[in-house]
């Protein structure tokens, strides 16, 4: 997309701050995010929350002066290089842009955030059935993640803890 516009998100600015709650929501209703809306405490509190933490950055792509995609990430750290890393949390783009290279701009906008943070690697989770989602993460150069060929490679798993389910 010629008109594209990839940026760092600036959590202080209404609206930035209004994009990353819209793209996100939207992604939220979409199947692969669940199908179900934000609640009204995540509207309400995200990007504060964001804010409050530096480890936190979001990446922004706007078609025009449209919000049309979307990249969270969280930086973690690796324990056995002992460097940071960075983990891909959201990737949304509306339904609209699909297809259009948005998330693959974005991710490369992340990379260079997490390289200029000192990331030895960044880290996503995608869902099984999307595989457009993960042919355009095979093509960026992420893989299974293994240690040795013969342990197998990880399973991403979750447990809900507290109020959290």
Not at 31 to 40: K, T, V
Not at 94 to 115: D, F, I, N, P, T
Not at 138 to 154: E, F, H, I, S, W
Request: a negative charge.
């Amino acid at each position: 997309m010629a008109d594209l516009i990839v940026r760092l998100a600036d959590y202080a600015d209404p609206a930035d701050a209004s994009a990353v709650v819209e793209l996100l929501d939207a992604y939220a209703r979409d199947p692969a995010g669940g199908g179900e809306p934000l609640s009204a405490h995540a509207r309400t509190h995200l990007v504060a929350e964001l804010a409050a933490r530096p480890q936190a950055f979001s990446i922004l792509a706007f078609a025009g002066d449209q919000p049309v995609g979307l990249v969270n990430c969280i930086e973690g750290f690796s324990t056995f290089k002992c460097r940071p890393l960075v983990n891909v949390h959201d990737v949304a783009v509306l339904a609209s842009h699909r297809g259009r290279g948005v998330a693959r701009q974005m991710l490369l906008k992340a990379e260079e955030v997490a390289l200029q943070r000192g990331a030895v690697k960044m880290t996503l989770e995608v869902l099984s059935g999307n595989g457009s989602a993960l042919a355009l993460y095979r093509r960026l150069g992420y893989a299974g993640y293994q240690l040795d060929p013969a342990m197998g490679t990880a399973e991403f798993m979750q447990k809900w803890i507290g109020s959290g389910q």
